[in-house]
């Protein structure tokens, strides 16, 4: 693994800005971040994006715990782990031009499911599928936020920033062993992922006083717009 001084510093910035996105309404640091990071160089993807938006989660997962549904992480999260084995299997034998497909692929499936559009009644049940989906998507292509986001669409800002932060957290001890395992996580991702978390604590910092004043409804189609048009442009160079 060789990731250029010059694509680090520029992840270090789209790390900053999708951070401060979903620090301040819940959700989008990787679906913003990971078609990019992708286009940049697809070893910055899954390993040390990962690494840098689990420190981003367990910041947010710490600030807001008051909100946290415990029963939300506790299900979604034992579906996460089975999701996470078959993913690390899939991550394993696939090459980086179909782990770039399946990125662009799983960024697309994840705008669609992120518009609202399929409502999805909750319960223990679609907690724990959300949860299988996710641990899945996290490991093969770092998208795990939307399968158990589009289960808590109808609650309320913090309690959606709560519950979403920590699962995520809980989720990264369970994702980034499944990339390990996969070798997809050895000490030079290690290394990158660690020189991207000044921008994920930037984009935290920055979140802070903007949380009271923006609004998700407003965002929402500008990030989903976004990270559609960058995975269609990864798609597309992929092919």
């Known amino acids: 693994m060789n990731v250029d001084t010059e694509i680090v ?4 910035l789209v790390m900053a800005i999708a951070s401060t996105v979903q620090a301040s309404v819940g959700f989008g640091a990787n679906m913003l971040a990971t078609p990019v990071f992708a286009l940049l160089d697809p070893d910055l993807v899954p390993g040390p994006i990962f690494v840098a938006t689990g420190v ?40 980086d031009r179909a782990l770039q497909l399946l990125v662009g692929v799983t960024i697309l499936v994840a705008v669609v499911l992120s518009t609202g559009i399929i409502r999805i009644r909750e319960n223990r049940p679609t907690y724990f599928g959300a949860g299988l989906v996710s641990g899945f998507g996290a490991t093969t292509a770092a998208i795990g936020g939307p399968p158990v986001a589009l289960t808590l669409q109808r609650r309320s800002g913090p309690e959606l920033r709560a519950t979403m932060g920590a699962y995520f957290a809980i989720g990264t001890l369970i994702t980034l062993p499944a990339i390990a395992a996969a070798g997809r996580l050895g000490w030079a991702e290690l290394a990158v992922g660690a020189a991207l978390v000044p921008g994920a604590l930037l984009g935290f910092v920055i979140s802070g006083p903007l949380r009271s004043h923006v609004d998700a409804g407003r965002v929402r189609p500008l990030v989903l717009g976004l990270a559609g048009i960058a995975a269609v442009i990864l798609i597309v160079r992929t092919i």
């Open 56 to 95: 981003l989660t367990f910041a947010t997962a710490m600030r807001e715990r008051d909100g946290v549904d415990r029963e939300v992480v506790a299900v979604a999260t034992s579906g996460r782990l089975p999701g996470a084995i078959v993913g690390a299997f899939v991550l394993a034998a696939a090459d």
């Open 9 to 12: 510093l520029v992840a270090v």
